[in-house]
């Protein structure tokens, strides 16, 4: 097995910083009405935590369970629902929380899966964006960071369920003699 690096992309007091911006952004943008924010497991609960945490209003939170990826870094282009909603958001203004979008595959299937059960309002707050990436289009209201094409782990962002829980966002290399963490 190959010894993997972390090299730090984006610094923990980065994230926290932009995840206020957002926070603020999001508090001018829906004045009133049913917010749910809806969290994408389980990539994104870090995240969730957080810009829940940055938004003054008051929110309904709620997880949809998503699987798209196997235990590879590459997409396999099927998805599936692994937990949906416990809320029911007819009427409701819902904000899908997700923590990068990478080929659009699941976004772009959830959207259209959400829009049937007649809901306000659909958007989308992404921590990452790649942008090269995308297969499916996908619209993002609320971006934290566009990152270049490079495979990412930590603030909850995982390979093959490990890393998790770094409080920065690192890029994993691969390479001979550099250093395991
Ligand atoms: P998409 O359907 O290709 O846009 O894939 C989105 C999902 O793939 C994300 O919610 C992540 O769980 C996962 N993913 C995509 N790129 C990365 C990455 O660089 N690191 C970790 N997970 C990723
Ligand atoms: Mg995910």
Known sequence: MGESHLRVLLHEEQIQKRI????????????????????ILKGAYMFLADLARAIRRDVRIDFMGISSYGKNKTSSGEVRVTKDLDITVEGADLLIVEDIVDSGVTLNYLIHLLEQRRPRSIRIAALLDKPERRKRPVQVSYVGFRVPDEFVVGYGLDFAERYRNLRHICVLEDGPGAASQ
Do not use: A, F
Not at 28 to 37: R, T, W
């Open 20 to 39: 206020r911006e957002l926070g603020e952004q999001i508090d001018k943008d829906y004045p009133d009405g049913d917010l749910h924010l809806v969290g």
